[in-house]
């Protein structure tokens, strides 16, 4: 018994550190440590259209509250029953059902708001650019696209 609390225990303190883990930022103004002090082309153009959109986290995914959810699910699950059968049943249904819901709750939490802005650029070409929504876009609004190291974003200008 008192080994099942411990690892019960770990488990939590596994799921609340998850809880926040969230993946970095996929807006306008966020940089990685590989996109700062690199040269960005510019180019202005006015918003034609806003719309928004959701990121969806599953190509993010670490899978580890897959993981931790299935851990915690089995450990409960084998404390039901009152036999070693029932008990690994208990198990196996415990990990199924954690791990669904351990699943459920890392994306939950790495799911982003969107923004797909199209652009008219300075020379005539449409372009439309998806990112986090971390700034309000209006048709007729002036911005600036960022473009370089396999990035482009919008902000405005």
Do not use: H, W
């Amino acid at each position: 018994m008192k080994s099942n609390f411990a690892m019960l225990t770990g488990a939590l303190l596994s799921a609340v550190l998850l809880a926040g883990c969230v993946s970095p930022g996929m807006g306008g103004g966020d940089y990685n440590r590989r996109q700062v002090r690199g040269e960005m082309n510019v180019r202005l153009g006015v918003v034609e259209a806003v719309r928004d959109v959701a990121i969806d986290a599953r190509g993010a995914e670490s899978g580890t509250g897959t993981l931790v959810g299935a851990a915690l699910g089995g450990i409960g699950g084998s404390t039901v029953g009152g036999g070693n059968r029932a008990n690994a049943a208990g198990a196996i249904a415990g990990a199924v059902v954690g791990g669904l819901i351990g699943n459920a709750v890392e994306k939950s939490n790495n799911d982003r708001r969107g923004v797909e802005v199209t652009v008219r650029l300075e020379g005539g070409k449409l372009i439309a650019v998806t990112q986090e929504k971390d700034e309000e876009f209006r048709v007729g609004d002036k911005v600036r696209i960022l473009s370089g190291q396999g990035v482009t974003r919008v902000t405005r200008g």
